[in-house]
């Protein structure tokens, strides 16, 4: 089956860093997203990676790793506006996107 | 503003009530999405639609009936209804199905309690 892991909850304070990881086992690979969701919000896209390696947006990164079936989403100068929730979805040989359950962020002052 | 409009954002339904959810995007895309998301569980393909065709129904009880007037239009008729549907359903678009590396938009979704 497909299947896409990340972290139910995580935990940061105001200022730091955090890294959200996402694994994913899908029959084929044509891309991976990272979508934001604010309680009560629609979700919005953030990135989009399809090669390996480290795409960087203003304060965010999203990394790709495709043999180790891997990608994470970097937060930088972590602001309280950052409290959401984070997605991860990837797009398998079908052009079917696989969602992950989405991560949690909460940030403290 | 994601472009993607959805009505009504919250609704509740008894179990013998008929209702609609409706899903209006203003992007020019050609394909629409019914997602279900429920709590701590990954979003829920319902159905898609590319061009007013239906083009993906994901194993969805009957009870629940979409319906594309045209490629801007997107509506989802609710009838005899669960109290496990309860759940926030989220209308999306694309410029294109499949979607390939583009970018889906969502709607912020209708928040459904069946009673």
């Known amino acids: 089956g497909q299947n896409i892991d990340q972290p139910t909850e995580m935990t940061a304070t105001e200022g730091a860093i955090v890294q959200i990881n996402c694994t994913y086992q899908t029959s084929g690979f044509n891309g991976l997203f990272w979508y934001q969701q604010h309680a009560g919000e629609a979700p919005t896209f953030l990135s989009y990676?399809?090669l390996d390696g480290l795409e960087e947006k203003g304060r965010f990164s999203s990394f790709l790793s495709r043999s180790k079936g891997y990608s994470y989403l970097l937060l930088k100068e972590l602001q309280m506006k950052d409290s959401a929730s984070y997605l991860c979805?990837?797009?398998?040989?079908?052009?079917?996107?696989?969602w992950g359950a989405g991560t949690k962020l909460i940030i403290k002052p | 503003e994601t472009g993607v409009t959805q009505t009504p954002r919250h609704l509740v339904m008894g179990m013998t009530n008929k209702k609609s959810l409706k899903c209006e995007q203003h992007l020019g895309h050609n394909a629409m999405y019914w997602y279900k998301q429920s709590a701590k569980k990954p979003l829920e393909l319902m159905f898609v639609y590319s061009l007013e065709e239906r083009v993906e129904n994901n194993s969805v009880p009957s009870r629940f009936s979409p319906e594309c007037p045209n490629s801007s239009h997107l509506f989802l008729h609710l009838h005899t209804l669960q109290p496990e549907d309860s759940a926030l359903y989220l209308c999306?678009?694309?410029?294109?199905?499949?979607?390939?590396?583009?970018?889906?938009?969502f709607g912020e979704g209708s928040w459904l309690t069946v009673v």
């Open positions: 979805a990837v797009m398998d040989s079908n052009y079917q996107l696989i």
């Open positions: 990676n399809v």
């Open positions: 999306a678009s694309s410029p294109q199905f499949p979607s390939s590396g583009n970018t889906i938009y």
